[in-house]
């Protein structure tokens, strides 16, 4: 079960990274670059993402390091 957590720790990690990533480079990582506000919706949820990536990813490992079964 340790194994099976920290090994999803670290797909969770992953994917939420290359989320944002995708997301950030589909809208041409500009900021303030034009009028349209979906582009900001899509950079906030980018930002989401990156900022789930560091830190869902550690807390499953840290769960799953303290699990003593």
Partial sequence: ???????????ASVLC???????LSRTGFSIGGGNDETIVIW???????????????????VTAMKNTD
């Fill in 17 to 23: 990274l290359t989320a944002g990533i995708w997301i």
């Fill in 43 to 61: 950079q906030g949820m980018a930002i989401y993402f990156i900022a789930k990536a560091f830190f869902v990813g550690p807390m499953l490992i």
């Fill in 1 to 11: 079960m340790k194994r099976f957590a920290f090994i999803t720790g670290i797909i």
